[in-house]
Nanobody, 115 residues
C-alpha cells in the first residue's frame, strides 16, 4: 500500500497561482504513472492531470494550458503547477496512481479560488 501526503492548497484570488506537492511512500515510485485528481462539493472525483513513467503528460480539457504536472523520481514527489485559477477550480485535490486501480486516498489539499 502507498500513502500520500498532499500539500500546497490555499485560498487564492481568481487569476492566481498555486503549486501543489504530493509525496508518495513507495520504493518503486519511478515505475508508476501518477495523477492529480480533484473533488468539488457535490461532485464526483475527477482526473485533472497525469504523468506516465516516461514523462508524457495528459490533462483534462478544463485545465489544459493552465495546469502543469511534473514528477521528481529522486524525491518520490509529484507536482501540480496551477496558473490562471478560476472559481470552478475550487476543490480538494488528491494524488494517486494513474492507469490502474488506485490506492487508498490521502487527505488531499483544499484549493479555494475566490475573491
Amino acid at each position: 500500500q502507498v500513502q500520500f501526503v498532499e500539500s500546497g492548497g490555499a485560498l487564492v484570488q481568481p487569476g492566481g497561482s498555486l503549486r501543489l506537492t504530493c509525496a508518495a511512500s513507495t520504493s518503486i515510485f519511478n515505475t508508476y504513472h501518477w495523477g492529480w485528481y480533484r473533488q468539488a462539493p457535490g461532485k464526483q472525483r475527477e482526473l485533472v492531470a497525469a504523468v506516465v513513467s516516461t514523462g508524457k503528460t495528459t490533462y483534462a480539457d478544463s485545465v489544459k494550458d493552465r495546469f502543469t504536472i511534473s514528477r521528481d523520481n529522486a524525491k518520490n514527489t509529484v507536482y501540480l503547477q496551477m496558473n490562471s485559477l478560476k472559481p470552478e477550480d475550487t476543490a480538494v485535490y488528491y494524488c494517486n496512481i494513474y492507469g490502474r486501480r488506485t490506492f487508498s486516498w490521502g487527505q488531499g489539499t483544499q484549493v479555494t479560488v475566490s475573491s
